[in-house]
């Protein structure tokens, strides 16, 4: 059983709101090992011009440096935003214990259709984390919604 705290998903704000600044998207997320920051990052993908960088994607790999191990087994990720299919996948692959989002991915989508614009188009895969999930080994714990108001805050056009 994983017990969300707001203490790490604040965190996970904060990097969010740093990746607006830096004229990113707004997403971030930290990750946890026995209740201490392993990583934390914001999106770089149109600041590094690399489709892949995801916040998500750049705090696994920093945490496995800083583990020096692929398997992030005993590991939780706190993300604002519920992870797209490649992020959900790639915290199967590393072997997570676990995934805590903020937003949904129904709520990212209908930003896009009321917001979207050429320069933040927000681009979605209509398959939610938890389908992902489902079909992956090992199964992660998967908690959504926390602080959900919070994080769909952090949507900017």
Same mark, same amino acid.
């Given at each position: 059983? &994983?017990?969300?705290?707001?203490?790490?998903?604040?965190?996970?704000?904060?990097?969010?709101?740093?990746?607006?600044?830096?004229?990113?998207?707004?997403?971030? /997320? %930290?990750?946890?090992?026995?209740d201490?920051i392993?990583?934390?990052?914001?999106?770089?993908?149109?600041? /590094?011009?690399?489709?892949?960088?995801?916040?998500?994607?750049?705090?696994?790999?920093?945490?496995?440096?800083?583990?020096g191990? =692929?398997?992030?087994?005993?590991?939780?990720?706190?993300?604002?935003?519920?992870p797209?299919?490649?992020?959900?996948?790639a915290?199967?692959w590393?072997?997570?214990?676990?995934? &805590?989002?903020?937003?949904?991915?129904?709520?990212m989508?209908e930003?896009? &259709?009321?917001?979207?614009?050429?320069?933040?188009?927000? =681009?979605?895969? /209509? &398959?939610?984390?938890?389908? %992902?999930?489902?079909?992956?080994?090992?199964?992660?714990?998967?908690i959504?919604?926390?602080?959900?108001?919070?994080?769909?805050?952090?949507?900017?056009?």
């Amino acid at each position: 059983m &994983i017990e969300p705290k707001e203490k790490f998903m604040k965190i996970a704000i904060e990097q969010a709101i740093k990746a607006k600044n830096d004229g990113d998207y707004a997403v971030g /997320d %930290v990750i946890v090992q026995s209740d201490k920051i392993i990583a934390m990052a914001g999106n770089r993908s149109k600041i /590094d011009q690399d489709p892949i960088h995801h916040a998500e994607i750049i705090a696994i790999k920093e945490a496995a440096k800083v583990l020096g191990k =692929r398997h992030l087994d005993d590991c939780i990720l706190y993300t604002t935003h519920e992870p797209c299919p490649m992020c959900a996948a790639a915290s199967v692959w590393a072997k997570m214990k676990g995934i &805590i989002y903020g937003a949904k991915i129904e709520d990212m989508r209908e930003y896009r &259709i009321r917001n979207g614009s050429n320069e933040w188009s927000w =681009r979605t895969i /209509d &398959i939610p984390a938890a389908h %992902v999930l489902e079909k992956g080994e090992p199964r992660l714990i998967l908690i959504g919604e926390f602080m959900r108001e919070k994080c769909k805050s952090l949507f900017h056009s």
